[in-house]
């Protein structure tokens, strides 16, 4: 059982920066796989970054390929989603989840956070 603690989110004006960490406890963190993922109101879940144990892989969606940046700290068992020039169309819940397999897809995804809110103001 993992679990998972997202942090870091607010609101922020176009153009601006936000740091998203996710916490994690339970067990290795570093025999696990992590995504970020994001749910705007009426919209389904989909797919932002994701990172493989050791950050041997590393995947972003295209929206914000570019943009965003993943990394892991197994140190600290914690995964950060770095968002910067964020867009109005950015805003959403933004969850973590973890697998012991790295995949973009959410239904792969076994364990997930609580979500933290990120609203882009025009």
């Known amino acids: ?37 994001r749910q705007a109101p009426g919209e389904e879940r989909e797919f932002v970054a994701a990172i493989s144990q050791s950050a041997i892989i590393i995947g972003y969606s295209d929206s914000v390929k570019g943009r965003f940046t993943i990394s892991r700290d197994d140190g600290k068992n914690t995964v950060y989603l770095q968002m ?22 959410v239904h792969r995804y076994d364990y997930w956070g609580q979500g933290t809110q990120v609203t882009v103001s025009s």
Request: aromatic share 12%.
């Open 1 to 37: 059982q993992v679990h998972l603690v997202e942090s870091g989110g607010g609101l922020v004006q176009a153009g601006g920066s936000l740091r998203l960490s996710c916490a994690a406890s339970g067990r290795a963190f570093s025999n696990y796989a992590m995504g970020w993922f």
């Open 84 to 105: 910067n020039s964020l867009k109005p169309e950015d805003t959403a819940v933004y969850y973590c989840a973890a697998d012991e397999t790295y995949s973009k897809i």
